[in-house]
């Protein structure tokens, strides 16, 4: 079964500063998608940035970029020149290609010191 | 481009009563998911419909049921509620099939609460 693990419940980052959040998952599975997923107080999950296992590159989305290491089975995403506006909770997800559940993990708090 | 949205945005039940949740799907997707959240958990996936048919169902009991209209729009249903039900239900809306992104987008959620 697959499994989605975030180590770091809470973290913290100064405006403007660089911030990384870690995932790992444990799959057998070569075939699947990984996902941030952005979930401000109001509660809508906001997708932040998709990654298919296939690729090599990194995905890149405006200031939010991952480091996928595919052998290691990690999946970290980068938080550039941080805004108060990324102050929320932050979810790593496991989607199996042929399978049709996110799968996940416990979520990390992040909050942005002005 | 409408969102995906869900209806009610909150909702009161009291221990044994039965509950529906509803869902329209992001315009041009066809495919419709059901999470659960508790307090300070990811979400538990609970089932999907797909052309009108259960495609895959997470752990979760009998008790949870839905449907799919031709629409595409869902509904959740929840028979003989418990006071661990209480969550907030989250709808996400995809394209499946060859061209589909499997990418998910979620609704506001619907928070329940069981008394």
């Known amino acids: 079964a697959q499994t989605v693990t975030q180590s770091q419940p809470e973290m913290s980052v100064q405006e403007a500063e660089t911030v990384t959040l870690s995932c790992t998952y444990d799959t057998s599975e070569s075939d699947y998608y990984l996902f941030w997923y952005k979930q401000p107080p109001s509660r809508q999950m906001i997708l932040v940035i998709r990654q298919e296992a296939y690729k090599q590159q990194n995905a890149t989305e405006n200031r939010f970029s991952v480091n996928f290491q595919k052998a290691a089975k990690s999946f970290s995403l980068k938080i550039s020149d941080s805004q108060l506006g990324d102050a929320a909770m932050y979810f790593c997800?496991?989607?199996?290609?042929?399978?049709?559940?996110?799968?996940f993990g416990q979520g990390t708090e992040l909050s942005v010191k002005p | 481009d409408a969102g995906v949205t869900q209806s009610p945005t909150h909702l009161i039940k009291t221990r044994g009563q039965q509950v529906t949740l509803r869902c329209s799907p992001k315009?041009?997707?066809?495919?419709v998911s059901w999470y659960q959240q508790a307090l300070g958990q990811g979400p538990q996936f609970i089932f999907q419909y797909y052309e009108e048919e259960e495609r895959q169902r997470g752990n979760f009991p009998d008790r949870f049921s839905g449907h799919q209209f031709p629409n595409y729009s869902s509904e959740l249903n929840v028979n003989a509620l418990l006071l661990g039900d209480s969550a907030l239900y989250l709808c996400?809306?995809?394209?499946?099939?060859?061209?589909?992104?499997?990418?998910?987008?979620f609704g506001p959620g619907t928070r329940l609460l069981v008394l």
């Open positions: 997800a496991f989607l199996y290609n042929q399978g049709g559940k996110l799968i």
């Open positions: 315009s041009g997707h066809d495919t």
């Open positions: 996400a809306s995809s394209l499946a099939g060859t061209g589909g992104t499997e990418t998910q987008y």
